[in-house]
């Protein structure tokens, strides 16, 4: 849905290489996308599968937002293409920050949040501005 071809393409890229530029970072271990918790079992979507499942969610969520909000102010000006990448970015550092261990979803040990380190990444992808402050402003405890 994202109408921009270059950013949709540093979208699907990003997603497929789930980048690690510092290699301070690249000891932290990286769980396959398709199997990536959001967070822990106490948190959301604290499961197997659950960040996929969560980052739908959020996306479909922004979308239907962004419509209700046009339709009752059609004057305002949304940017739908950062919207849906930054929904669909907000999270995806967190493969590298939960992963399902024997005990249930256990924490890398990183110390940055996972919406500083996405940041970080995707200034070093040259992401545009917006899409870089939707997705370090996003909030959230884990």
Do not use: Q
């Amino acid at each position: 849905m994202i109408k921009n071809r270059k950013l949709r393409k540093k979208v699907k890229d990003f997603i497929e290489e789930l980048p690690v530029s510092n290699k301070y970072f690249k000891k932290y271990r990286r769980t396959d996308l398709k199997d990536a918790p959001a967070g822990p079992e106490n948190f959301h979507h604290g499961y197997k599968g659950g960040l996929i499942e969560h980052t739908k969610s959020v996306t479909n969520l922004c979308i239907h937002i962004a419509k209700s909000l046009k339709e009752t102010y059609p004057n305002i000006k949304i940017n739908i293409d950062t919207l849906i990448a930054s929904a669909i970015l907000h999270d995806i550092m967190k493969v590298h920050t939960f992963y399902i261990g024997k005990n249930g979803v256990n924490h890398s040990g990183v110390l940055l949040d996972h919406g500083v380190w996405a940041a970080a990444e995707l200034y070093k992808h040259d992401f545009p501005e917006d899409v870089i402050h939707c997705v370090s402003t996003h909030g959230g405890s884990e």
